[in-house]
């Protein structure tokens, strides 16, 4: 069973910066496809951030490009999302997770943390 936790949420003002961890008790992270999406309150889960499990490829929501960069490391099997210039809409649950297709398509992700807590105020 792959279990997945985050941490590094927090509450920021705006154009500060956080760097979320989700770490996972896999063998290898390198073996799936992962991503972050968030929640914010009474909107729908969505994608922010994917990187691909073989080639590192990485793509982002619009709204975050620039701004936001994933990436994992194999050794420390983390996941990272480092997000700058963060504005009030950036806040929300963010959760990591993780599947074996590269996809923003949340019913593919077998895989989910109990999320993380994003505050930006203005």
């Known amino acids: 069973q792959v279990r997945l936790v985050e941490s590094g949420g927090g509450s920021v003002q705006a154009g500060g910066s956080l760097n979320l961890s989700c770490a996972a008790s896999v063998r290898s992270i390198s073996t799936y496809d992962m991503g972050w999406f968030r929640q914010a309150p009474g909107k729908e889960r969505e994608g922010v951030a994917l990187?691909?499990?073989?080639?590192?490829?990485?793509t982002y929501a619009d709204s975050v490009k620039g701004r936001f960069t994933i990436s994992r490391d194999g050794a420390k099997k983390t996941l990272y999302l480092q997000m700058n210039s963060l504005n009030p809409e950036d806040a929300g649950m963010y959760y990591c997770?993780?599947?074996?297709?590269?996809?923003?398509?949340?019913?593919?992700?077998?895989?989910w943390g109990q999320g993380t807590q994003v505050t930006v105020s203005s």
């Open positions: 990187i691909a499990s073989v080639d590192r490829l990485t």
């Open positions: 997770a993780a599947g074996n297709l590269y996809t923003w398509d949340q019913a593919d992700y077998r895989y």
